[in-house]
């Protein structure tokens, strides 16, 4: 499935019109106004993620009174947005946005809670690939995070997460194979 990453509506329609399949808003369709109306005119499906702030400011200290409470309801709203510009339910993934305003405790916390994001009903979605916050744990540059992002995506698959955004696609589907297996067999 191919994706394209935007907050712009009119760079949205180009990449559908390209082929692109799904639309994954960092905003959380909050930048652009005529974004959840486009993606529900063209049926694709949404990844609505969250972010504290913009991208130019979300890592100047980022706090949070209730970590997971505020990404559930930031999420919400999003979901809200999506269905009244008539976007189906079952079109719209969650992200709870690992990396975007966030600091490197917020993100393992995440990670750890990731279940909780079930109650808004939608397939979630994680990207933990060469984060900053597993450089900061094991101390190493992006091009050395492999096991790291290893770690953190089968301690996502486990804690609930359905879709892993990652770089090493070979060894990440390797991984993201066994943790199924162990995780969601019947």
Known sequence: MLSVDTRKAELAKLALDAGAHLVNDISGLRH???????????????????????????????????LMGEIIEYLNEGLEIAKKAGILQEKIIVDPGIGF??????????IKRLKELRTLGCPILIGPSRKAFIGKVLGVPPGE????TAAAAVLSIAN????????D?????????????????E
């Open 160 to 167: 609930g997460a359905d879709i892993i955004r990652v770089h």
């Open 101 to 110: 305003g966030k600091r490197a405790e917020d993100n393992l916390e995440i």
């Open 145 to 148: 995070r492999l096991e790291g």
């Open 169 to 185: 696609i070979r060894a990440m589907k390797r991984i993201s194979q066994m943790a199924d297996a162990i995780v969601r067999r």
């Open 32 to 66: 652009d106004k005529k974004m959840a109306s486009l993606i529900a005119e063209y049926r694709a499906p949404v990844c609505i993620m969250h972010i504290k702030g913009k991208p130019q400011t979300m890592q100047r200290n980022p706090e949070y009174r209730d």
